[in-house]
Structure formats: structure tokens, C-alpha cells
Nanobody
Framework: VQLQASGGGLVQAGGSLRLSCAAF????????IGWLRQAPGKEREFVAAISWGGFTTYYADSVKARFTISRDNAKNTVSLQMNSLKPEDTAVYYCAAKLKSSRWYQEYRTSYDSWGQGTLVTVSS
């Protein structure tokens, strides 16, 4: 599956952004999707993930209650609604896909097969 992330930009602290991940070239409903981010000088970290059917979601503690992940399998897209943004949310955000597997429920933070190109989110203070 090929992934294309979009929706990044510059926003003030407290503002909102909505990221989108569009998928091409495979049966989208067979893939779990994760969002991960990498800030300058830091390691890549898990942000949020959603199972192939959309019934299970996971969030990093740092974004819980602020970010919401959702998917529309009919449109082959996953969205990440980001509210109450903080300067520490500044990073390149990547969407990634994992083919349906029961192992994903233990490995959702790190184990993905395909990656999008990333979209930059900058939160100013």
C-alpha cells in the first residue's frame, strides 16, 4: 500500500489541525494505520493508531484527550484531528500501515510495513 500524508502547517499554540492519510494500491480495510512523529533532534515516537476495522484505537499519553484518530474505509483515508496543540507537538508526522495481524495489538507503537512521506506540523508559542 502507498500512503500520502497531508494537512500539516503552522498553527499557534491552542489551535487545531487535521491531518489526512490517503492510501493507494491495496485493500485499505486490511491495514491498521498509525501516526508517528519525529521532532528535530529526537527519535521517532508513536502518536496514535487505529485498527483495520476502526474499532480499536490507541494514543500516546502525551496526546490523549487532544488528538482523535478516525478512518473512512470507503474513502481509503485516515484522519488525525489535533486540538489544543502545544509547541512540543511540533514535528514531522508520518502515517504508516500494517497488514492485518493479531500481533499489531502488541506492536502498534513500532511495527509498520509501509510509510508515507510525512507532513510538517509547526506549533508556535
Amino acid at each position: 500500500v502507498q500512503l500520502q500524508a497531508s494537512g500539516g502547517g503552522l498553527v499557534q499554540a491552542g489551535g487545531s489541525l487535521r491531518l489526512s492519510c490517503a492510501a493507494f494500491g491495496a485493500t485499505f480495510s486490511r491495514y491498521a494505520i498509525g501516526w508517528l512523529r519525529q521532532a528535530p533532534g529526537k527519535e521517532r515516537e508513536f502518536v496514535a493508531a487505529i485498527s483495520w476495522g476502526g474499532f480499536t484505537t490507541y494514543y500516546a499519553d502525551s496526546v490523549k484527550a487532544r488528538f482523535t484518530i478516525s478512518r473512512d474505509n470507503a474513502k481509503n483515508t485516515v484522519s488525525l484531528q489535533m486540538n489544543s496543540l502545544k509547541p512540543e507537538d511540533t514535528a514531522v508526522y508520518y502515517c504508516a500501515a500494517k497488514l492485518k495481524s493479531s500481533r499489531w495489538y502488541q506492536e502498534y507503537r513500532t511495527s509498520y510495513d509501509s510509510w508515507g512521506q510525512g507532513t510538517l506540523v509547526t506549533v508556535s508559542s
